[in-house]
């Protein structure tokens, strides 16, 4: 499709599809609709998902080479690319979310724009308010095509910098370089880009008795699972520490740890922890000793 097509392709019809929100879902709060079977690591428990469920904060996406979904909320339609990777993050006054790897299209209403939505990547982080947008992620490039509204960039390596981009603009970025912006999208985007997406986002209907809910029977995360989010340079992986210890307690997860250390330093204390200190006994001035004993 020639790159000056694709803008006006994806805005038409923008505002009818984003129209409607998903009934089911709860107010400010996604929704997973698989297309296929997800992969979703909530806590420490991997579940497969092929039935709308209701996210929660810290959950871990995963589609199939093959599959695809959509996240939903009020006024919000993500839609995932195969084999990408995805997590709802955690932000102040709004939702984010934090794109370890894929393919993924935002449409934003109107009405969503007084809670932005934080985009993490690798390279480029970004906040977006109303509008389209098509972002791609790897660990070290990012490149995203705003067809309407706007965004405001930064690079985690310099997150007080921002840079606004408006619709019909272009960006790309690799770790460790400076942002490029143009108002064409690269010959390669447009080429990898998933035909799906040259469409404008519809709300997906979820079944009348979706339960949202996770299925009854998951497994614990493995360190294969786990291995590409515990060495991303995502903010998310400020957490895993704390929220996947308990699987370090055991093996073979422990000793994985152990020779991937170089590049997860921060696990060094959980696998060995710093000798507890000794309680040391109060000592009695000789003064007071002998006062007791007189008396």
């Known amino acids: 499709m020639n790159a000056r097509l694709?803008?006006?392709?994806?805005?038409?019809?923008?505002?009818?599809?984003?129209?409607?929100?998903?009934?089911?879902?709860?107010?400010?709060q996604f929704v997973l609709l698989p297309e296929g079977t997800v992969t979703l690591i909530r806590?420490?428990?991997?579940?497969?998902?092929?039935?709308p469920i209701a996210l929660a904060q810290g959950d871990l996406l995963a589609t199939s080479a093959q599959g695809s979904a959509q996240i939903e909320a009020d006024g919000t339609i993500v839609a995932l690319g195969a084999d990408t990777r995805i997590?709802?993050?955690a932000?102040?006054?709004?939702d984010s979310l934090a794109l370890l790897s894929g393919w993924i299209k935002i449409a934003r209403t109107q009405a969503a724009a007084t809670k932005p939505l934080s985009l993490d990547t690798a390279a480029l982080d970004a906040v977006m308010r109303d509008g389209a947008a098509v972002l791609h992620a790897s660990r070290d490039a990012t490149s995203l095509f705003v067809e309407t509204g706007g965004m405001t960039l930064a690079l985690p390596d310099h997150p007080d910098a921002h840079r606004p981009l408006d619709g019909d603009h272009y960006a790309e970025r690799e770790a460790g370089k400076p942002l490029d912006v143009s108002a064409r999208p690269a010959p390669s985007f447009i080429a990898a880009l998933p035909r799906p997406f040259r469409d404008p986002l519809a709300p997906v209907p979820a079944p009348g008795n979706a339960k949202l809910a996770v299925p009854p029977q998951g497994r614990p995360a493995t360190f294969a699972d786990l291995a590409d989010w515990l060495v991303t340079p995502l903010g998310i992986r400020r957490s895993f520490v704390a929220r996947f210890r308990p699987l370090a307690q055991g093996e073979p997860f422990r000793s994985q740890v152990r020779q991937n250390l170089r590049n997860l330093p921060e696990w060094r204390r959980v696998l060995c922890p710093p000798p507890a200190m000794q309680r040391r006994r109060a000592v009695v001035p000789v003064q007071?000793?002998?006062?007791?004993?007189e008396s």
């Not at 932000?91 to 709004?94: E, I, R, S, V």
Request: glycine letters at 8%; one cysteine or more.
């Open 288 to 293: 007071a000793q002998s006062t007791e004993e």
């Open 43 to 51: 806590a420490t428990t991997v579940f497969n998902v092929d039935t």
């Open 87 to 89: 997590a709802v993050d």
């Open 91 to 94: 932000a102040q006054g709004g």
């Open 6 to 28: 694709l803008p006006q392709v994806l805005r038409n019809g923008f505002a009818i599809a984003c129209l409607c929100a998903l009934q089911s879902a709860h107010a400010g």
